[in-house]
């Protein structure tokens, strides 16, 4: 198979294919809106689940080209700002984890600019102008798929401040408990900001930097099963995490995490690998970072 390969697509700040189409009237952008009760449950819980993003003949083209980019010789790989076959120490627990496929491939690119994802988003960060941050792909393979371990994702973000960021994490196989779906603690965005474990080690790391209180509250976490094309968005402080692939069916998945427009970087360094720096205290923004909606 011939790996397609059209150069770095941070250059286009819009939608490159027909995949998606962008509305153009306040009406066609309203059936995209979440309930009033959706995004309550956001800021209640710090999570809202099942929300349709893609239909079946997109995520199929999505999953085509994530088999090429899993490939570590497509002409694109230089792009990618981590690239881990397996992000585990254990060949016997494989989590492939990546940042940057957004650069690559047209369909990755796009999902960026998909009108459900960039809506939802919108309202859930208060009706705010949506930026980009980076995107995430995680696959478990079957019988056996890693862990990802509790944590909360600010915790790896700090270099970047307000804490004004979103979530979106989106299967592209069904995910089920038996296949390592994702794990939610309710309401432990409320928690404040806990230490950073590392992502794909121990699954109950996070609990030595607890309180008793808070330990308690991890004999409750609720699985989100999700039919691929279905996402969950969450608060960046939500403690969550997903346990081994153990049964006969893959798991994949792709992250798309944006802030608010606003966010400044806190760092001197960089802040995506091969990205030019962006000095502490100076905007997030340029064509690495691009504002995805504005609002209606």
């Not at 779906?181 to 965005?189: A, E, R, W």
């Not at 330990?215 to 969950?232: H, S």
Request: glycine share 8%; net charge negative.
């Amino acid at each position: 198979m011939r790996m397609q390969f059209i150069g770095d697509l941070s250059e286009k700040q819009h939608l490159i294919s027909d995949l998606f189409h962008w509305p153009k009237t306040t009406g066609e952008w309203d059936a995209y809106r979440l309930t009033d009760e959706q995004v309550k449950h956001f800021h209640e819980e710090g999570y809202v689940s099942g929300i349709k993003l893609l239909d079946e003949d997109q995520v199929d083209l999505l999953n085509q080209e994530l088999e090429e980019l899993t490939n570590p010789k497509h002409p694109g790989h230089h792009l990618f700002y981590e690239f881990h076959t397996n992000e585990s120490n254990d060949p016997n627990s494989v989590l492939f984890h990546s940042l940057g496929h957004w650069r690559i491939t047209k369909g990755f690119h796009d999902v960026l600019y998909n009108p459900a994802f960039v809506m939802a988003a919108y309202q859930l960060l208060n009706d705010r102008p949506v930026r980009f941050w980076h995107d995430q792909l995680f696959c478990k393979p079957a019988r056996h798929g890693g862990v990802v371990a509790w944590h909360q994702d600010y915790s790896y973000w700090t270099r970047t401040i307000a804490m004004q960021h979103l979530t979106c994490w989106t299967g592209l196989d069904d995910a089920t408990t038996e296949n390592g779906c994702l794990h939610y603690i309710p309401k432990s965005h409320k928690w404040g900001l806990l230490e950073a474990p590392t992502l794909a080690g121990d699954m109950n790391g996070l609990k030595s930097y607890l309180s008793t209180e808070q330990k308690e509250q991890f004999d409750k976490p609720v699985p989100i099963e999700l039919k691929k094309g279905f996402a969950t968005f969450h608060h960046p402080l939500m403690v969550h995490g997903s346990y081994e692939n153990k049964s006969e069916r893959s798991r994949r998945a792709f992250v798309l995490n944006v802030f608010a427009d606003g966010t400044v970087s806190n760092t001197d360094d960089e802040l995506l690998a091969g990205v030019p720096i962006i000095p502490k205290g100076q905007k997030m923004q340029g064509k690495f970072f691009p504002l995805l909606f504005e609002g209606v």
